[in-house]
């Protein structure tokens, strides 16, 4: 399989930055970006396996808003919420629109790259039920079998 | 201070009660009282002037009998007739059937000489020329004297009658039995205390009294006081006691026919009645001072838990209130502090990875470099645990819903402590009440309040101690207190041991914050959570807990 792409959002330079880095240290596609509005203008370019999204920001599109966009544009990519405490109850609505799941700041990298992991994982996952739905489909369609063998490989 | 308060309160509306209740009472018991005793002493005095009156007409009758019956005998007898002592024998007799009363009867010449006498004394032949009646009767023509000893030497009063006999002059003289005139005036004595008997314009008896001194002593009577009349007047007898005297003048208001009386006597009966209105009115008294006593109690009581009800509870509001502002501050603070805080943990993970790399291990401070980037992050994890701590929130933030067995619950956390309790020696009883209903809660948070308040009673002991968990329905709830037999907590401390940051424990061991969480935890389930505690002999935390069952089962 390819690189595994990561998409963190997060207003706090100094933290964005550093994260960035130590994930690409690590070897992951990294990219970082400071608010909601440029996230989404970045992922209507670029896929993205997970989004690591800040949902408490200062200004312009609250996380929620960006969560639901998000979920429009690449609706197979897992998001994992970043909180503080103020923002748990918004951060379990978070859940309920389709969030992976959220990490309370401040975070250890190895936390963060576990439930990357995770989150990349059922992501997979759910990539090979829809795949399989797929072929499933054309069974039903015998006149595609070969491209459902070619598939499989 | 407050006790005073009510003390006061209590004292002010027995007071007030009593003065209104009681003044009106007293006040007509009084009237009753006094008007009782004035009515009864008028009708005692209108008596005794009734029976003074009628006894002095009565006397004054006696007195004009006995005169006429003499002047009739002076005026239809001769002189030379009447010396002759039979036939002045034979009158005597006549006028002592018809009247009686008469003790001698004699004939005095207008020179004063005895002439003849009829009666038990040796008197014939006395000279009465220098007598002062005798000049008073030859003036007046009828004498009635006053009581004297006179020649017989014993008292005695008598009548005297002038005949006018041609030139002649002579004089019919008849003297009283004392005795009879004595018992007719004696005859108006009432009772036990009355008296009755005549004094002359001097004060002195004329006739023998009941008491009090005999014919011819002074009878202590001011007769001035007495009117024209019949004149009632009050003063005390010589025995001290009041007395009423009514007097009434006889022969023109030579003498005074006293009716002597005890009030006391007569309102015997009065006196009866008052003391009957006296236990009445103090039965009434008695009354209404229990009934105010006691009502007053009573109410002032049930005011006084009423009170103390509401101070329990604005101190319960004043505490939640300020449990619910530390918490939104504390939220508040957790976020700015949690930034910068990700930030450092950030900075320093990155450079441990970059002294990772080959060029920095060659370095020979790279042990240290190593050491201090370890310490921070161990820093920054020690404060991250502060801060979520005082959230009280572990990893799931919304309490979950799920079907707790209160005694199992209880069971797992005893056998995660049960270690570290033996260690210092403690032991851990467990009183479960069987068949506890199954509720509806969050496990883990439960057992985490559990855990801080065993563990909180583990460190209060601290060495060789007891703790007993137990557990109790009480129908709406479930109970359980975990008791220890530690130093116990100060009524000072006891207001804030609920309050975050508020720990007894040496610096850097306890944060403070577990009781404030447990607190918090069980708000939010509608549970209570309270401390008492016996300074000296151990401390009781009570978790109540409400019964819920889930609808789902």
Do not use: C
């Not at chain 1, 990490?103 to 759910?126: R, T, V, W, Y």
């Not at chain 2, 009354?287 to 002032?300: D, G, K, M």
């Amino acid at each position: 399989m390819d690189t595994f792409r990561v998409l963190v959002v997060d207003d706090e330079e100094d933290f964005l930055e550093t994260v960035v880095k130590r994930l690409e240290k690590r070897g992951i596609e990294a990219v970082g970006v400071k608010s909601g509005e440029e996230a989404l203008d970045t992922m209507k370019q670029k896929l993205f396996d997970v989004v690591v999204l800040d949902i408490k920001m200062p200004g312009g599109m609250d996380g929620i808003q960006a969560l639901r966009e998000m979920k429009r544009i690449q609706p197979l990519t897992e998001v994992v919420l970043l909180t503080g405490h103020a923002s748990v109850e918004t951060s379990i609505e978070g859940m309920r629109l389709g969030a992976f799941d959220y990490l309370l700041k401040p975070i250890k990298l190895e936390e963060l790259m576990a439930k990357l992991g995770d989150a990349f994982e059922k992501k997979d996952a759910h990539e090979q039920k829809i795949r399989k739905a797929k072929i499933k489909e054309l069974v039903r369609f015998p006149g595609r079998v070969f491209q459902q063998e070619k598939e499989e490989e | 201070m407050k006790t005073k308060f009510y003390i006061r309160l209590q004292r002010k509306i027995i007071l007030i009660t009593l003065l209104v209740s009681i003044a009106p009472l007293i006040t007509l018991g009084a009237t009753i009282y006094y008007q009782f005793a004035r009515m009864y002493k008028e009708k005692v005095e209108q008596q005794i002037r009734y029976r003074s009156a009628a006894q002095a007409q009565a006397v004054d009758l006696f007195l004009k009998e006995r005169t006429a019956i003499l002047g009739a005998m002076a005026d239809t007898h001769k002189l030379h007739d009447m010396i002759d002592e039979n036939y002045l024998a034979d009158i005597f007799e006549v006028m002592n059937n018809r009247a009686g009363a008469f003790v001698d009867l004699g004939v005095i010449s207008n020179a004063g000489r005895h002439l003849a006498y009829v009666g038990p004394y040796d008197l014939k032949g006395l000279d009465y020329y220098q007598q002062p009646w005798f000049g008073v009767v030859m003036r007046k023509g009828v004498y009635i004297s006053d009581v004297y000893m006179g020649y017989r030497k014993s008292p005695h009063f008598i009548i005297a009658v002038r005949r006018q006999e041609g030139l002649n002059t002579w004089i019919l003289r008849a003297t009283i039995d004392p005795e009879i005139f004595g018992a007719i005036v004696r005859s108006a004595q009432v009772g036990k205390t009355g008296d009755a008997f005549i004094v002359d314009q001097a004060g002195v008896f004329q006739t023998q009294p009941r008491f009090n001194g005999g014919i011819l002593t002074d009878a202590h009577l001011n007769t001035t006081l007495f009117g024209t009349g019949t004149t009632v007047i009050e003063q005390p007898n010589p025995q001290g006691r009041e007395t009423l005297y009514a007097g009434t003048w006889l022969r023109n208001g030579a003498w005074l026919l006293v009716i002597a009386q005890e009030p006391a006597e007569e309102m015997a009966e009065l006196f009866a009645t008052r003391a009957m209105e006296v236990a009445i009115v103090g039965i009434g008294l008695l009354a209404i001072v229990l009934t105010v006593v006691f009502t007053t109690r009573l109410t002032v009581n049930r005011l006084r838990e009423t009170d103390k009800r509401m101070n329990e509870l604005n101190a319960q509001l004043v505490q939640s209130d300020k449990l619910a502002a530390l918490g939104k501050m504390a939220a508040g603070v957790a976020h700015e502090i949690n930034n910068p805080l990700a930030v450092i943990l950030q900075k320093t993970g990155w450079m441990s990875d970059l002294l990772e790399e080959e060029a920095f291990k060659e370095s020979e401070n790279y042990e240290e470099y190593k050491t201090a980037l370890d310490k921070i992050e161990e820093h920054v994890e020690r404060a991250r645990k502060v801060v979520h701590g005082m959230l009280g929130y572990a990893r799931k933030m919304e309490p979950r819903s799920e079907q707790v067995e209160i005694n199992e619950t209880l069971n797992q956390t005893i056998a995660l402590l049960e270690n570290y309790a033996r260690n210092n020696n403690i032991e851990v009883f467990r009183d479960f009440a069987s068949e506890l209903p199954v509720i509806a809660s969050d496990q883990s948070r439960l057992q985490q309040v559990f855990l801080n308040l065993i563990t909180n009673a583990i460190d209060a002991i601290g060495n060789d101690g007891e703790i007993h968990v137990k557990s109790r329905a009480t129908g709406s709830t479930i109970v359980v207190d975990v008791t220890d037999n530690g130093p116990g907590i100060s009524k000072e401390d006891q207001k804030k041991v609920f309050d975050p940051f508020f720990t007894t424990k040496e610096t850097g061991k306890g944060s403070g914050l577990g009781l404030w969480v447990s607190y918090d935890i069980i708000k939010k389930m509608g549970g209570d959570i309270s401390v008492t505690s016996d300074p000296g002999k151990g401390t009781t935390f009570t978790v109540e807990l409400p019964v819920i069952t889930t609808q789902q089962g």
